[in-house]
């Protein structure tokens, strides 16, 4: 039994590292149009580096440049499309989609809404702030977040467990602050344009577990590649 559940556990693992790297290289197909030099492109220099951390091999990051950027033939053309609604409980939700089918996408996100309410543009994004996220890690005890954030640009920040923290930054200034806050003894481990819910609702016990359970459904399906909840905790 022991051997089985190693196996099983090991092709869980790997089925879950596949979607992420395909989640990864579709932000650097899109990301690749506006140029293939990271230098020049703060959105491919962004995903190359989120790539780096999940130790996405180099001729994968590569070839996904290149076919970005229309170096190779077979280009991909993916699509952008957010969905918005509510999770049970009335819980906000908003769903970001990479798609070469918006056909697809959308029966598939219909059906995953069936356990709560698929909503128009619109109808809960003003319930939210559209800002840049960027989590980080505290290079040592004497970090201090709050010097960290007003030196390095971020309207905002929130601190986690064990020196990690979240910094808020507006959506322009996201690239400025993940470059200026490794000076101020932060680690950046992910920086993107998202958001960030303004009311948060609060829950526990099995409705907890409901709503966590329908967010997992939803972030399984390979279209989906950001989910926003607001959700408090």
């Not at 051997?3 to 990864?24: E, I, M, N, P, S």
């Amino acid at each position: 039994m022991g051997a089985q559940w190693k196996a099983k556990h090991r092709a869980v693992a790997a089925d879950a590292k596949g979607k992420l790297f395909t989640k990864l290289v579709k932000e650097i197909l899109i990301a690749a149009r506006n140029g293939a030099d990271p230098d020049m492109n703060p959105r491919l220099r962004l995903a190359i580096t989120a790539a780096k951390k999940q130790s996405m091999p180099r001729d994968t990051l590569e070839r996904a440049i290149k076919k970005g950027s229309g170096q190779l033939d077979g280009q991909v053309n993916y699509e952008k499309v957010v969905y918005e609604g509510f999770a049970p409980h009335q819980v906000p939700v908003i769903v970001e989609c990479l798609t070469d089918n918006v056909n697809r996408t959308i029966t598939a996100i219909r059906m995953l809404f069936r356990k709560g309410q698929l909503g128009s543009s619109g109808s809960v994004s003003w319930d939210f702030d559209h800002v840049g996220l960027i989590e980080a890690t505290a290079d040592s005890a004497e970090s201090d977040i709050e010097v960290a954030a007003i030196e390095a640009g971020a309207q905002d920040f929130e601190a986690g467990e064990d020196g990690d923290a979240l910094f808020i930054t507006d959506t322009t200034d996201l690239d400025l602050v993940q470059k200026a806050l490794p000076e101020f003894g932060y680690t950046v481990e992910s920086a993107k344009i998202g958001y960030r819910p303004k009311n948060p609702v609060t829950l526990t016990g099995e409705a907890l577990e409901e709503v966590e359970a329908f967010l997992a459904a939803i972030d399984e399906n390979d279209d989906v590649h950001e989910v926003y909840v607001g959700l408090a905790g």
